[in-house]
C-alpha cells in the first residue's frame, strides 16, 4: 500500500469553477503535506504545502488537512486553463523524504 | 530568485554504460534530494544528503551511487545502465529547518537508456 493514496480519476472542470482534489495517507507519523503541480515532462513545482490542522488560503488556493480522518484536499477556485496539469499530494516521511500519490489530472475547459 | 540547476537536462545512453548526473541546489540550502519518474508515474525517493552526510535512502539500485560535495552541489552516479533506468531525473532542495523543510525541484535531468 502506497503511503499517499490519490484515487480519482481524471478532473474536468469548466473554466470559472472550483476544482477539488482529494488525498488519504496511512502513516499518522507523518507531519507535512505538501501539493505539487506538474505539467507533463516538467519538473513538480510546489502550490502549497500544511502541516496544521484545519485550512491554509494563499490566492486562489485552499488546502485542507485532517489528521483524524488522514486525509489532505486541495480546492482550486476560479479554474484556469493555464491550472490544467497533474497534481501531485506528498506526505514528508523519515528524514524528510517525500511520498507521492499518482498524481490527479486536471482539465479546464474554456 | 535562483533555482536548483541540474545538468545535463538531457543525456542518451547505451545498455551497460555509465552516467553522472549533477544537481546544484537553490543557495543556502543544505539538504538535496534525488527523485526518479518513470513515464506515467508518480517520483520515487532515491536519496538524500545533509550537510555531505547521507541522510535517508530509498529505492535506489545498487548500480547507483551519490554524494553530495563541499559546496553542497550533488552528483548522482549509475552504473551499468539498463532499459528501465530510463526516466525523469530530479534534484531538490531545502533549507533544514526551514518551515516544512520545503522541497524545491530543479528541471530534471531526462536520461534515455538504448
Known amino acids: 500500500q502506497k503511503e499517499v493514496e490519490q484515487n480519482s480519476g481524471p478532473l474536468s472542470v469548466p473554466e470559472g469553477a472550483i476544482a477539488s482534489l482529494n488525498c488519504t495517507y496511512s502513516d499518522r507519523g507523518s507531519q507535512s503535506f505538501f501539493w505539487y503541480r506538474q505539467y507533463s515532462g516538467k519538473s513538480p513545482e510546489l502550490i502549497m504545502f500544511?502541516?496544521?490542522?484545519g485550512d491554509k488560503e494563499d490566492g486562489r488556493f485552499t488546502a485542507q488537512l485532517n489528521k483524524a480522518s488522514q486525509y489532505v484536499s486541495l480546492l482550486i477556485r476560479d479554474s484556469q486553463p493555464s491550472d490544467s496539469a497533474t497534481y501531485l499530494c506528498?506526505?514528508?516521511?523519515?528524514?524528510?523524504?517525500?511520498?507521492f500519490g499518482k498524481g490527479n489530472q486536471v482539465v479546464v475547459i474554456p | 530568485a535562483a533555482g536548483v540547476i541540474q545538468s545535463p537536462r538531457h543525456l542518451i545512453k547505451e545498455k551497460r554504460e555509465t552516467a553522472t548526473l549533477k544537481c546544484y541546489p537553490i543557495p543556502r540550502h543544505d539538504t538535496v534530494y534525488w527523485y526518479q519518474q518513470g513515464p506515467g508515474q508518480d517520483p520515487q525517493f532515491l536519496i538524500s544528503?545533509?550537510?555531505?552526510?547521507?541522510?535517508d535512502k530509498g529505492s535506489i539500485p545498487d548500480r547507483f551511487s551519490a554524494q553530495q560535495f563541499s559546496d553542497y552541489h550533488s552528483e548522482l552516479n549509475m552504473s551499468s545502465l539498463e532499459l528501465g533506468d530510463s526516466a525523469l531525473y530530479f534534484c531538490?532542495?531545502?533549507?533544514?529547518?526551514?518551515?516544512?523543510?520545503?522541497?524545491?525541484f530543479g528541471p530534471g535531468t531526462r536520461l534515455t537508456v538504448l
Open positions: 544528503f545533509y550537510e555531505k552526510m547521507q541522510s
Open positions: 500544511i502541516y496544521s490542522n
Open positions: 506528498a506526505g514528508s516521511y523519515g528524514n524528510n523524504r517525500l511520498a
Open positions: 531538490a532542495s531545502s533549507l533544514a529547518g526551514a518551515i516544512a523543510d520545503t522541497q524545491y
